[in-house]
Nanobody
């Protein structure tokens, strides 16, 4: 069993930065890939960034490439999402998840409760 708790969301102006954290517990967490997803009101949950199982390769949605960076600290069992040059369209609830690290929502077993990110124009 893996538990995930996100933090670091908030209100920021266009062009600003935020760093989201996802603290994990559970002995098997290190064996999972990880991903960040987001969901805006009235929209489906979408992939943002991921770190794949085994290879550790990174994946990003086209909409965030060059602005967001995902990273992982195995010693702290924590996953981060550094978000720079934020835009109003980045406004959403952000979720971290443990699974394959791939873009497909259904390939993740565990999810956090989400943290709200609001970017004002």
């Amino acid at each position: 069993q893996v538990q995930l708790v996100e933090s670091g969301g908030g209100l920021v102006q266009t062009g600003g930065s935020l760093r989201l954290s996802c603290a994990a517990s559970g002995r098997t967490f290190s064996s999972y890939g990880v991903g960040w997803f987001r969901q805006a009101p009235g929209k489906e949950r979408e992939f943002v960034a991921g770190i794949r199982t085994y290879t550790g390769s990174l994946n990003y949605a086209d909409s965030v490439k060059g602005r967001f960076t995902i990273s992982r600290d195995y010693a702290k069992s924590t996953v981060y999402l550094q978000m720079n040059s934020l835009k109003p369209e980045d406004t959403a609830v952000y979720y971290c998840a443990a699974g394959t690290g791939l873009p497909q929502v259904h390939s993740y077993e565990y999810w956090g409760q989400g943290t709200q990110v609001t970017v004002s124009s």
